[in-house]
């Protein structure tokens, strides 16, 4: 599965105002998300560590983080950067800047009814690559 133009975004819109980011695809589809869900699901190591030593632990939802505490609803962006034509880069307000938001992934986090049905119904760990 290709897909490049449901990967590809044609729009970007970032509100510090309101804490999110929309993005509109190339294939029409509309994307809206919170910082609170893009700081919580940052794909750099050192988060991804964090997420499965949670799954590890049973579902029981410790996280020991490494810069100041930050509530859902606090998160802000403090920068956003291109890197290249594939990926974003976030800096957020608690100081974590290592996360690379590539496109793919953003249309994979994509919080609409209609992806989440369709993520549902897909495998939830594809493997390594
Ligand atoms: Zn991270
Ligand atoms: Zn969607």
Redesign the pocket.
Known sequence: MSGSSASTPQEITVSREQRQMSVRWQDGHHSVFGFDLLRKE???A??GDQRRQRAAGGGLDLLVLSGPILRPGEVQATDVKPVGRYALSFVWSDG?D??IYTFTLLRDLCPCPACRSRAASAAPESGAR
């Open positions: 940052c794909p750099c050192m988060c974590h290592s996360g």
